[in-house]
């Protein structure tokens, strides 16, 4: 591990044997506490020699399902039957989490576009700094579990994000399909370049998976079963968990790309959203997505916004009242892995 110069203290031990719990102290002099710290949760569980899982949720602290499956996890997890290690970090931009907002009410910040992070930066660019630079060296594999969040809801989902089409990261491939969500998702490039957090995984060489677990500011059953059955098998694969304790799946899951540009749709005007297709459905090149309405004003013309090309909707804006530049919708196309 390179010489840290963050300033958050673990209170837990990575190398011990056993389960260990406790917090990170990040220092934050304010006002109503001098010499206080924001106290992240953290578990680590451990048995001898192996790899190691680092289990993120929280990232954007408005998305729920992965840090409802990661205390699950962090409760049912026997150090005892595992082999190697499992870091788990629930609430990881935790002012954000306890908020329940995407972004720090302390900062603003957008723990998911602050990577690499910065030591002496603000509180969210120092846990960024802290998890790039500290955990994701010690893991073999990352698992940054996302979803919608408050604006967005998508149909349960697996992802890839550092996919190369040349064949040059079938690892990560393999771990995806390891996963075995019903509908998982490859992209060579994502919204946040390289300032997320897979983005930092990709520069210290560690494989990133994902998801995109639903959303809309809520868990469904049917979401937190695919993330709880989808770590479990990870940690299978990587054989942290034995062979036996894989989780079979409901069936094949269908693979999807998402590309650039022309597979999102965005609000043309302000206005109030009316959608004119649904998650799950199968869309053409130049089909009506939405009409943008305007209340104010009724007796004027709808605005309608379309397909670029042809796919699956993957993802959904879920607020009505809506601004020119929103994301409405974003699809992805069928590909064979
Ligand atoms: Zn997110």
New binding site residues.
Partial sequence: MPASRSRIVAEVDFEKNGRQQGFLRLFHSVHSSAYGFIPIPIVVLKNGDGPTALLVSG??GD?YEGQVALCNLAKSLDPARIQGRVIILPAANFPAAMAGR?TSPIDEGNL?RLFPGDPDGTVTEQIAYYIEHELVPMADLLCDL????SSLMYVPSALFGGWQRDGSTAAGVAALKAFASPIAYVAEANQGGNRTLSGGAARQGVIALGT?AGGSGHVTRTALRIVERGVNNVLVHLGILPEGARIAPDGPTRFLEVGGPDYFVYAPENGLYEPLVELGDMVRAGQAAARMHFPETPWVSPVTAHFARDGFVLCKRMPGRTARGDCLFHLGTDIAL
Avoid: D
């Fill in positions: 990232n954007h998305e995407r998911n996302h979803s919608g969040g995109e």
